[in-house]
């Protein structure tokens, strides 16, 4: 079974410097990586994902995550924060030629100090 | 204006009593998920349906039970047999059942057992 490992529970980084929430994963063959943000009491909102191709991976609101097989990684980075990037982020696995279950993470709480 | 809607916001339950989370979308998206959050555990999947007439336990069904007689409806009973209820629920759909794609997440239900 596919499984998300995500090592901080919370990462504090000030405004304008760059912030990175850190994602390995285990999975049978190749995997679908994906990226989730959540605001308090609300839902996942998509911000990327990895299918195949280039393991640089450009999403929403300037976030970019890279794909890095040997490490079985899949980090997610901005190059500047702002306060509005607080949330919750989750990172998710799912197999191919699987039936689209995803495996998350527990989630990284995400502060960033004005 | 297309989506995924989850009533109520907040519900709230006696013991012993059987409640019923709805979720419905507009999407003609084929698979519906159902998850579970509770804090510092991520998102745990209770029960999934790829299609009209068929659903598949998740990894936490026990206590559960759904139904998806419509593409659009996928509802949730929370039954007396689940014996920690209290959680935040959220459901999501994907346009199809393959591992690639993403999922959308509704605004999710926060059920408190009273």
């Known amino acids: 079974a596919q499984s998300v490992a995500q090592p901080e529970d919370q990462v504090n980084v000030a405004e304008g410097n760059p912030l990175t929430v850190k994602c390995t994963y285990s999975?049978?063959?190749?995997?679908?990586l994906f990226w989730y943000v959540q605001y308090p009491n609300r839902g996942l909102q998509f911000l990327l994902k990895y299918i195949t191709g280039d393991n640089l991976v450009k999403g929403s609101y300037g976030f970019e995550a890279e794909f890095n097989k040997s490490q079985t990684s899949f980090h997610l980075k901005k190059p500047s924060a702002l306060v509005s990037d607080s949330a919750l982020y989750f990172c998710?696995?799912?197999?191919?030629?699987?039936?689209?279950?995803?495996?998350f993470g527990k989630g990284n709480q995400v502060v960033v100090i004005p | 204006d297309g989506g995924i809607t989850q009533s109520p916001k907040y519900l709230f339950r006696k013991e012993g009593q059987n409640v019923t989370l709805s979720c419905e979308q507009n999407l003609n998206h084929d698979a519906m998920y159902w998850y579970r959050q509770d804090p510092g555990q991520g998102l745990r999947l209770i029960y999934y349906s790829q299609i009209v007439n068929d659903f598949q336990k998740g990894d936490i069904a026990e206590g559960y039970s759904v139904s998806r007689e419509k593409k659009e409806s996928f509802p949730l009973t929370v039954t007396s047999a689940q014996k920690n209820p209290t959680a935040f629920y959220l459901c999501a759909s994907t346009i199809e059942g393959q591992g690639y794609n993403e999922q959308f997440f509704g605004p999710g239900t926060r059920l408190t057992v009273l």
């Open positions: 999975v049978s063959g190749n995997p679908y």
């Open positions: 998710a696995v799912s197999r191919r030629w699987g039936n689209n279950r995803l495996a």
